[in-house]
T-cell receptor
Framework: GENVEQHPSTLSVQEGDSAVIKCTYSDSASNYFPWYKQELGKRPQLIIDIRSNVGEKKDQRIAVTLNKTAKHFSLHITETQPEDSAVYFCAALNQAGTALIFGKGTTLSVSS | DVKVTQSSRYLVKRTGEKVFLECVQDMDHENMFWYRQDPGLGLRLIYFSYDVKMKEKGDIPEGYSVSREKKERFSLILESASTNQTSMYLC???????????FGSGTRLTVV
């Protein structure tokens, strides 16, 4: 089945720096790749997603890039702020295209 | 705003008990999912459903079953609770499988 690897597991940056989280997936047929942010004690929330027909998508300080050939996608956060501190999860559709398989998460800490 | 409501925020059950976790969504979503979240393991898919009375096994279905008698409600059943099922359980729903999920607030289950 689909396997999603996420790195790093923890990331600490200074406020204003950029943060990059990377994920690889195993099933070349996967065509949907969302990113979720989970603040402490709260539910995961979708922050950005990308489909396989585009290579990059931006939303203000957040961007996601996709390399279908290499089967990896990345989340980029620019000008980080303390409120960006959270656990971030990447995901990809399973082989049947019926459910999301999640990475193990990255704990991002932004210090001011 | 899509709402996914999980009936209990915290639950303590004894080993061997049959446990029901309830999830209700109010946006007429076709797809509903159950994940468990454990530190360092991310979100792991237990079961999902793409239609009433339909269910599919995820990556870790052992020890669990599900029920979807109505479109808006998806129940997770622990047939005989064990201590290794102590976890945070998250329900989610979506209109399409390749779509953003809306998560519930989670049920933190402790089996003693």
């Amino acid at each position: 089945g689909e396997n999603v690897e996420q790195h790093p597991s923890t990331l600490s940056v200074q406020e204003g720096d950029s943060a990059v989280i990377k994920c690889t997936y195993s099933d070349s047929a996967s065509n949907y790749f969302p990113w979720y942010k989970q603040e402490l004690g709260k539910r995961p929330q979708l922050i950005i997603d990308i489909r396989s027909n585009v290579g990059e998508k931006k939303d203000q300080r957040i961007a996601v890039t996709l390399n279908k050939t290499a089967k990896h996608f990345s989340l980029h956060i620019t000008e980080t702020q303390p409120e960006d501190s959270a656990v971030y999860f990447c995901a990809a559709l399973n082989q049947a295209g019926t459910a999301l398989i999640f990475g193990k998460g990255t704990t991002l800490s932004v210090s001011s | 705003d899509v709402k996914v409501t999980q009936s209990s925020r915290y639950l303590v059950k004894r080993t061997g008990e049959k446990v029901f976790l309830e999830c209700v969504q109010d946006m007429d979503h076709e797809n509903m999912f159950w994940y468990r979240q454990d530190p360092g393991l991310g979100l792991r898919l237990i079961y999902f459903s793409y239609d009433v009375k339909m269910k599919e096994k995820g990556d870790i279905p052992e020890g669990y079953s599900v029920s979807r008698e109505k479109k808006e409600r998806f129940s997770l059943i622990l047939e005989s609770a064990s201590t290794n099922q102590t976890s945070m359980y998250l329900c989610a729903s979506s209109f399409l499988a390749a779509d953003g999920y809306t998560f519930g607030s989670g049920t933190r289950l402790t089996v003693v």
